[in-house]
Structure formats: C-alpha cells, structure tokens
C-alpha cells in the first residue's frame, strides 16, 4: 500500500520560511517524479513545485519561482519543499504527490499518489 506523508506545516509570519517533507512509502520511490501542490478553499490544486525521478529536473510556477525549492532523497524515500520569503497568499493546504514518470510532471491529473496535506498558514 502506498503512502505519502507530508509534515513540516504550520504557523508562520509573512517572510519567514518553512521546510516540508513527505516520506513515502510501498513504492520504488526512486522511479516516481514527484510534486508539491496546494489548494485553498474553493480553488484549484495548484502545482507549486516539481522534480524529476533522480532530482536534476525540476519545474516552478512564477508565483512560487526564487522562493520555494524542491529536493529529493531517494535513499531516504522523502521529497522536501523549502519554502523561503513566505506571503500571505502561501497560505494553503500542501500535498505531496507521486507520478508514474521519470520526467518531471505539471499536471495534476499524471499523479498516480497523493498525500494528506499539511497545512500552512501565513500571517501577516
């Protein structure tokens, strides 16, 4: 059975940062591309950051581009998303998710796994 696991939300002020991570497991994570995602009340997902099965290939949205960087450890089976110079409008819901591919995938509907969500609150 698959799991992803995210953790590392929470409260923070405006221009602060936050570390998340997802572990995964019952897969071989080192064949999955994966992603970061968040959603907020009402919204679309929204993809935040992506990278490819062996980390050099990753992928941004100008909202979160400069900002948030996503790694992997594939010998720890986890996946992180630092998150710096954080804004109000980061405030979300965030989901790690596993894709099938060994490129990097930006569509939401190409993941095969997703996680809980953690969320993020950012105040002002």
């Known amino acids: 059975q698959v799991q992803l696991v995210e953790s590392g939300g929470g409260l923070v002020q405006a221009g602060g940062s936050l570390r998340l991570s997802c572990a995964a497991s019952g897969l071989t994570f080192s064949t999955y591309a994966m992603g970061w995602f968040r959603q907020v009340p009402g919204k679309e997902r929204e993809l935040v950051a992506a990278?490819?099965?062996?980390?050099?290939?990753?992928y941004y949205p100008d909202s979160v581009k400069g900002r948030f960087t996503i790694s992997r450890d594939n010998a720890k089976n986890t996946v992180y998303l630092q998150m710096n110079s954080l804004k109000p409008e980061d405030t979300a819901v965030y989901y790690c998710a596993a894709g099938r591919s060994i490129i990097v995938v930006t569509t939401a509907h190409r993941y095969n796994y997703w996680g809980q969500g953690t969320q993020v609150t950012v105040s002002s």
């Open positions: 990278i490819n099965y062996g980390g050099s290939a990753t």
